[in-house]
């Protein structure tokens, strides 16, 4: 998740977080192929909020926390979620820090973007160093 999206190395940590929520949160085929949320409380499982790693998120900034010609908006990533829905964790690279954030807006397109770029270039890679057959030359019986 890291490298497709292109983020550094230090966040491992939110990454393999997400993944174990993301696991938790995932259908089992032994449980008849709903989740064990679903299982213990039959309810359905809101999935609204889930979306990609690594994603843009712009976050608003309050009046109180910028001077008159700042920008009103940060640019920051997301990189893992909360107990409570549609709180997310999100890191700022400027101030390497991450926080919970829930006022956000989703930039999802560049991630996918960003995501299918790397595919493509992981699979040109793959083709260049897999082997390839040589044509073997057919050698011709001598005549007798």
Same mark, same amino acid.
């Given at each position: ?7 550094r190395?230090?966040?491992?940590? =939110?990454?393999? +977080?997400?993944?174990?929520?993301? +696991? +938790? ?18 309810r ?9 790693f ?5 976050c608003?900034?309050?009046? =109180?926390?910028?001077?008159n ?11 893992g979620?909360?107990?409570t829905?549609? +709180? ?19 930039d =999802?397109d ?18 260049i ?16």
């Amino acid at each position: 998740m890291l490298h497709d999206q292109r983020l550094r190395l230090h966040s491992w940590v =939110e990454a393999c +977080n997400t993944m174990v929520y993301l +696991n +938790n949160m995932s259908a089992y085929w032994i449980l008849g192929i709903i989740t064990p949320d679903e299982a213990f409380s039959a309810r359905k499982l809101d999935v609204s909020h889930f979306r990609i790693f690594g994603a843009s998120i712009y976050c608003h900034v309050s009046k =109180e926390s910028r001077k008159n010609i700042e920008l009103t908006i940060e640019l920051w990533v997301f990189v893992g979620y909360r107990e409570t829905p549609h +709180n997310y964790h999100v890191y700022f690279q400027s101030l390497t820090m991450i926080v919970v954030r829930m006022d956000v807006k989703f930039d =999802e397109d560049k991630a996918m973007r960003c995501s299918l770029e790397r595919e493509l270039q992981i699979s040109q890679e793959e083709d260049i160093l897999a082997p390839k057959e040589e044509p073997h030359d057919v050698v011709e019986k001598p005549q007798v």
